[in-house]
Nanobody, 124 residues
Framework: QVQLVESGGGLVQAGGSLRLSCAAS????????WEWYRQAPGKERELAASITTGGSTNYAGSVKGRFTISRDSVTNTAYLHVNSLKPEDTAVYYCAAQTMHYNDAGAPVVARYWGRGTQVTVSS
């Protein structure tokens, strides 16, 4: 089991920046990918950015060049730096962690854990 707690959301004016944090606890050694999703009112949850433990990153087209994902393997924390914010970035931002470990039978067990989310509101 992995527990995730997000922080850093808030109200910001268009063009502003925030740093979202996601602190992990529990079976953190099993995390292989960190992800940030977001869900705007009335819309589906979408993947905004991801980073593997090897450092490979992936971004949604709508955030590329404005958002930066990073992680600190010492503190088991992932970050999402969100810059040049737009009103359409308003959403609840969720941290997720993909994990993989082997069970007693030697079979891989894959799971995704979620945080509760942090609200980001961008005013025009």
């Amino acid at each position: 089991q992995v527990q995730l707690v997000e922080s850093g959301g808030g109200l910001v004016q268009a063009g502003g920046s925030l740093r979202l944090s996601c602190a992990a606890s529990g079976r953190v050694s099993s995390i292989n990918t960190w992800e940030w999703y977001r869900q705007a009112p009335g819309k589906e949850r979408e993947l905004a950015a991801s980073i593997t433990t090897g450092g490979s990153t992936n971004y949604a087209g709508s955030v590329k060049g404005r958002f930066t994902i990073s992680r600190d393997s010492v503190t088991n924390t992932a970050y999402l730096h969100v810059n040049s914010l737009k009103p359409e970035d308003t959403a609840v931002y969720y941290c997720a962690a993909q994990t993989m470990h082997y069970n007693d039978a030697g079979a891989p067990v894959v799971a995704r854990y979620w945080g509760r989310g942090t609200q980001v509101t961008v005013s025009s």
